[in-house]
Each structure stands twice: as structure tokens, then as C-alpha cells.
């Protein structure tokens, strides 16, 4: 009887922590179109980002454009904090960008990119 209990446990708690990586990544999967981008402090005036996007797929690939395109991979980490995206452009490197806040409609990414932090502002794009 124990053995079945701890093992319902360890079942449970294997899928709990599953559950928060994949329900990060269904939220994350879709069109994100660039509200609002600041760099040291500085918010972009928004003629300069109307044309910005993120576009993460199901099959863990990416589309960026932040002025150039990238392109690429992209993963959640188990906790469903972290958004790691490998470009094909700059091979052998990747970025980690934390999920500040995540919904249904925006998600928040900041960047701790040395001396210049930056955080963007993302909307769903309804399709």
C-alpha cells in the first residue's frame, strides 16, 4: 500500500513539473508582435519597432525580427522561467532571456545583456 502511494507521489510530481515547462511553452508558441522595447532605461519610440516581431513555433523553432532577422531553436527550461534560443546565424552561441511575466495575450522578456539590460514588451497577435 505505501509503495503505490509513493509511487502515485513520484508520478504526480513528475508530471507537476512537466506540466509548468510545457504549459510555458504553449504560451509561448505563436506570433508576438513588439510593443515596447527598452535598452539601459531607454524606451524605442514606437515608429521604430511597429515592424518587430518574435514568432516561436511548436516545433521548437523561431523567427525574430528586431530590425535584421534571426532565426533559429528555442527551448523553456523545466521551471518555465528561462526562453533559450540558439540562432542559426551565430552558431555555437546562445541567448538567455527570462520570462518576466507571461499570459495568455503578453509576455515580458528581460535580458541581462552585460552593461546594456534590455526588456521587451510582446502582445499576441490573434490569428
Known amino acids: ?20 515547462m510545457d504549459a510555458t511553452r504553449k504560451l509561448v508558441t505563436g506570433r508576438w508582435q513588439v510593443k515596447e522595447i527598452s535598452l539601459k532605461g531607454q524606451v524605442f519610440p514606437p515608429p521604430v519597432i511597429q515592424n518587430y516581431y518574435f514568432v516561436f513555433r511548436s516545433d521548437s523553432t523561431f523567427d525574430i525580427f528586431l530590425g535584421t532577422p534571426d532565426k ?30 507571461l499570459t495568455q495575450d503578453f509576455m515580458v522578456l528581460k535580458n541581462e545583456m552585460g552593461d546594456s539590460p534590455v526588456r521587451f514588451v510582446l502582445q499576441r497577435v490573434k490569428e
Open 1 to 20: 500500500m505505501k509503495l503505490r502511494f509513493i509511487l502515485a507521489l513520484l508520478t504526480c510530481l513528475l508530471f507537476a513539473c512537466e506540466s509548468k
Open 72 to 101: 533559429g531553436k528555442w527551448e523553456v527550461n523545466p521551471e518555465g522561467t528561462i526562453l533559450k534560443t540558439y540562432s542559426e546565424f551565430n552558431v555555437g552561441n546562445f541567448n538567455e532571456i527570462d520570462i518576466d511575466s
